[in-house]
T-cell receptor, first 112, second 113 residues
Framework: EPEVTQTPSHQVTQMGQEVILRCVPISNHLYFYWYRQILGQKVEFLVSFYNNEISEKSEIFDDQFSVERPDGSNFTLKIRSTKLEDSAMYFC??????????FGPGTRLTVL | AQSVTQPDIHITVSEGASLELRCNYSYGATPYLFWYVQSPGQGLQLLLKYFSGDTLVQGIKGFEAEFKRSQSSFNLRKPSVHWSDAAEYFCAVELQGAQKLVFGQGTRLTINP
């Protein structure tokens, strides 16, 4: 069964450093998403991406964040200058035209 | 304000007992409705979804959910839980055309042997 994959599973970084979280969505999906879950809190939407551009973003997704689909398979989330409060589990998801989002296993980001 | 509420933060049931997890939403129109399950250290797995039609929907692992428009609810049920059902359960909604999921706070389910 096709699945969304994410790398790395755990990323530790120093405050102020740039990180790139990688995702490989399901191959025939058209919509791509990033969500995050701070420990003990609910899952929050960050951004959706369709047709090579951002279709919607939340207030959390400020200028420090960017997304990219550099080739036909990968979908990346970049945080330019990490802050302590960026520590969270980051989930990638993808969907086809049926609005059913499939989630990856997540990347745990720890900012020290 | 638009929101999704899961009133129960933590529920404990005995193995073999029935289960109902509550979810209420506050939106002007009927959104698409979903239940996801998250096992420890794992991602989110879709249990079931409601878009339209029959208000009782069947999902995987023996779960079902009923959409009640009058109560703005989409409660998740299972007639007999198994120890492997212990996990965090999230209700989520998507406003039609919004291209994003809004999640509730989650309900942690513990199963007593």
């Amino acid at each position: 069964e096709p699945e969304v994959t994410q790398t790395p599973s755990h990323q530790v970084t120093q405050m102020g450093q740039e990180v790139i979280l990688r995702c490989v969505p399901i191959s025939n999906h058209l919509y791509f998403y990033w969500y995050r879950q701070i420990l003990g809190q609910k899952v929050e939407f960050l951004v959706s991406f369709y047709n090579n551009e951002i279709s919607e973003k939340s207030e959390i997704f400020d200028d420090q964040f960017s997304v990219e689909r550099p080739d036909g398979s990968n979908f990346t989330l970049k945080i330019r200058s990490t802050k302590l409060e960026d520590s969270a589990m980051y989930f990638c998801a993808s969907s086809g035209r049926d609005n059913e989002q499939f989630f990856g296993p997540g990347t745990r980001l720890t900012v020290l | 304000a638009q929101s999704v509420t899961q009133p129960d933060i933590h529920i404990t049931v005995s193995e073999g007992a029935s289960l109902e997890l509550r979810c209420n939403y506050s939106y002007g129109a009927t959104p698409y409705l979903f239940w996801y399950v998250q096992s420890p250290g794992q991602g989110l797995q879709l249990l079931l979804k409601y878009f339209s039609g029959d208000t009782l929907v069947q999902g995987i692992k023996g779960f079902e959910a009923e959409f009640k428009r009058s109560q703005s609810s989409f409660n998740l049920r299972k007639p007999s839980v198994h120890w492997s059902d212990a996990a965090e359960y999230f209700c989520a909604v998507e406003l039609q055309g919004a291209q994003k999921l809004v999640f509730g706070q989650g309900t942690r389910l513990t199963i007593n042997p």
